[in-house]
């Protein structure tokens, strides 16, 4: 795989002033979606968290909402498991902390392809297994034959070497660390699984998918290494999304390149203009994507229900 080297020196300060700036306005929900995994709280009108939101003809919903119990434990079908995953990183210098999700009949027999699923600022890499029981929820697609036997690999995106949120999530230095996670990612967490799992080991089998702070990830690091990655899933993307335009110079190579470019946010979303842009800009250059707009907020039932619908489309 090819090597990156990302600078390890801090960016200039007013770099870290305009992190912090833009993704302020993800504190509260942030905190809230990991502390309250239901989603359940006050309702939040359209001009309130993130900015006003203003829909567009294309802004509707395409799948419904997945189905009651679906990321429930059922008897009567073969389960995986998920176990923790541990790491040595160059970029922060510590042994770093992962979880894995193995497949039904997990067999170094065969190989597998992987997803690479990213938190949001507020979380870790249990944030997931809180709220969306990925377990259970890969468990039932694979046996009813929705999905296909993948690994998911749930990461810290925060690198730093203690990556804890801590208090204060919004510290310079932790906004910084969700960008330099993308070394860590691409030199060091891919070639630790790839070493210890049955994996293939070629863009076609390899995706990359993050809510929030990680759609944001996944939208800068996934578009940029489409010799890494050829499938890729936002869900709610935060401001720390780069311009499409910087992301997509080459529309018809990322045409080319793209297995399934899967993009999606809730109505009730005040952070819904950042994919609405990238939507904007794919569709002007004719790139294939799917753009999916439910009826939530920033919240765990849009992430939960867009891995669902995610995961079905996956390595076919």
């Not at 801090?10 to 002033?17: G, H, L």
């Not at 829909?55 to 923790?84: Q, W, Y």
């Not at 065969?110 to 969306?132: K, M, S, T």
């Not at 335009?245 to 399934?260: E, G, S």
Request: proline share 8%.
């Amino acid at each position: 795989m090819k090597q990156i080297n990302l600078c390890p020196m801090k960016p200039p300060a007013f770099v870290s002033r305009l992190l912090t700036a833009t993704l302020a306005v993800l504190l509260t929900t942030s905190v809230f979606a990991q502390n309250n995994p239901g989603g359940d709280g006050p309702p939040r009108g359209r001009g309130g968290f993130g900015g006003p939101i203003e829909l567009g003809p294309d802004d509707v919903r395409l799948f419904p909402e997945p189905p009651a119990g679906f990321k429930s434990a059922r008897e009567g079908i073969a389960h995986g498991n998920i176990e923790p995953f541990a790491y040595d990183s160059k970029v922060t210098g510590t042994r770093r902390q992962a979880n894995v999700y193995l497949p039904p009949n997990y067999s170094s027999d065969r190989q597998y392809p992987v997803l690479y699923l990213l938190h949001g600022i507020g979380g870790d890499e249990n944030e997931w297994i809180r709220f969306a029981s990925p377990a259970n929820l890969f468990d039932n697609l694979i046996a009813d034959g929705k999905a296909e036997p993948m690994i998911v690999v749930i990461p810290n995106g925060r690198a730093m070497a203690d990556d804890r949120p801590g208090d204060n999530i919004m510290a310079p230095e932790k906004v910084e660390a969700f960008a330099r996670f993308e070394g860590d990612l691409l030199n060091h967490l891919i070639p630790a699984i790839e070493a210890k799992y049955s994996t293939y080991r070629d863009r076609e089998h390899r995706a990359l998918a993050g809510l929030s702070m990680g759609g944001g990830q996944t939208f800068n690091f996934g578009l940029t290494h489409l010799d890494t990655f050829a499938w890729l899933g936002m869900f709610s993307a935060a401001p720390n999304t780069r311009p499409a335009a910087d992301l997509v110079p080459d529309p018809a190579a990322t045409r080319d390149q793209l297995k399934l470019l899967y993009i999606s946010c809730g109505n009730q979303d005040g952070l819904i203009r950042i994919s609405q842009r990238m939507h904007a800009y794919l569709k002007e250059h004719g790139v294939p994507h799917v753009w999916n707009v439910d009826d939530h907020g920033h919240d765990a039932e849009t992430w939960s229900s867009n891995l669902y619908h995610f995961a079905q489309r996956l390595f076919r």
